[in-house]
């Protein structure tokens, strides 16, 4: 199962176009992965270039190798080489071509590193406004006051 | 490390919509869920949206948790017998993806002569031994077991068992757990004594009852009496994780009854417990609680005389703010009481009809296990095997 995914029998080679033109050559078989690009193939048989308009270069190429190497080893470390605007960068792309073992994988670092963080880190990352009203957010803050306890200074 | 393309274009790109927002959320504990309440409104809602609660739920199902590594499922069942017919607890071993082999054990010799009632202290195994024990009026029995080497240990008689002027005490069997401090397996056990004289005055009537609480250890091989007061026990379910016992109770510190429901957490390491209330809108006379583990977190199956089981989880011990609806069971016609939960999702039930089956949160299918049990006397155990001596030294 540790092996990269290249096999005699899918040596067709497809060519992904990245939103910053980067080209990427890659096999029938890894680019069936993204289902996306699956679908993109099963409409139009013998496309050769298929344009990725979501993703920059830099990401699909971490996607691609993602999708050839990732096993339960490779998965474990996959995410600590990236901070979290790439984190977020890649779920958007793992997102768009549904690869469901990456979102996944993404999903749980992410998560990870946002768990013992304040509201304030959390909307700043994600880039959220606030629609509480004082009122209310200052009531939710009593409520589960417990839930407060620990956290990291942001 | 260099930002994409341009620092401007990063916050622009970098908006994670709801909904995948949501699958990162549903991965993080009940703790950093209810704090991220207060990021945006939408998020205080989080386990009334049924979307997230999907997600939450399936990530909760599949997410297997340590405490289950290399475990089997072990039923211990008491039969219902026909008038005449005697008491017997059988233990099987549940294997197969839809526990279709039932392997049943020999019992140690010591319950060969009388397998009536046999209980599996705290519903777990400790490197592979179990604790089991059986009270019979005077006679109570506790040892350990290991089902896979077949050794035992017999577990000697408690000094504190009788106690002028007291009768024969009333024993429950509290928890049997792990004590990695002192790399040493403990038994809790509860007594309760009626004072001698009182045995022709009726039981509402009794003045003088003492109780106190006990605890082996193996690497001393004795009994110690604990300087502790706190609630004993209300039901048979019991349950040990990480070198805590837990239980739950109606009675007060001083074991007056009829206060409040809570979760008593008796920590074996330090010996001393924690309460955590359940919330009021668990509370109601007509509930039946049923404490177990799900997925590696203490849970409560409430349930009444409908078909309808709610299961709550506890985010945070001593926080009774913190038990989270996370699942609603409905309708599960003919389903009598709970008697446990597996590995990856399942809860085990008894039937009106005796049967016990199991059902499977993630397909909310029912299956019979194809043998019958007796009303709130048949359990599921988590074990994990063994081939160390008992105590390992």
Redesign the interface.
Known sequence: MAEEKSQASSSKMLTLKASDGVLFEVELNIAKEMKTVQAYIDDCEDIETIPIPNVLGKHLAIVIEYIKKTNEEYDAEFEKQWNMDDLQLLLLAANYLNISGLQECLCKAIAKRIENKSPEYVRKVFNIENDHSPEEEAKLRKEYKWAFEGVDKD | ?E???GATN??V????PED??F???????L??L????????SW?LLFENLHFLNMYRNYFISNNHSYYDGTSILLNQTNNPLSGEAFHSTLYLLSGERFENMVKLDWPPPFHEDDSFIEILSKTSVNGTLCLAQKNGMDLKCLFWNPTTDEFKIIPSSPFLYQSPYMEPTVDFNGFGYDHVRDDYKVLRWLCFFNITDVEVPFEDYLDVDSMWEIYSLRSNSWTKLDIEMPASASNEKLHVDGVCHWWSIHDDINCYDSPPRLVSFDLCNEVFLTTHLSSDMIDPLNILHLTLLNGFIAFIIYDQTTTFHIRILG?LG?K??WTKVFILEPLPSIEHPIGAGRKGEIFFRKDDDELVWFDLSTQMIEELGVKGREHCCHIVIYKDSLLPIGGF
């Open positions: 490390m930002k994409s393309m990063a916050k790109i970098n908006h994670i995948l927002a699958s990162i959320l549903s991965k993080l504990p703790k950093s209810k704090r991220f309440g207060c990021v945006r409104r205080a945070e926080v703010e913190s």
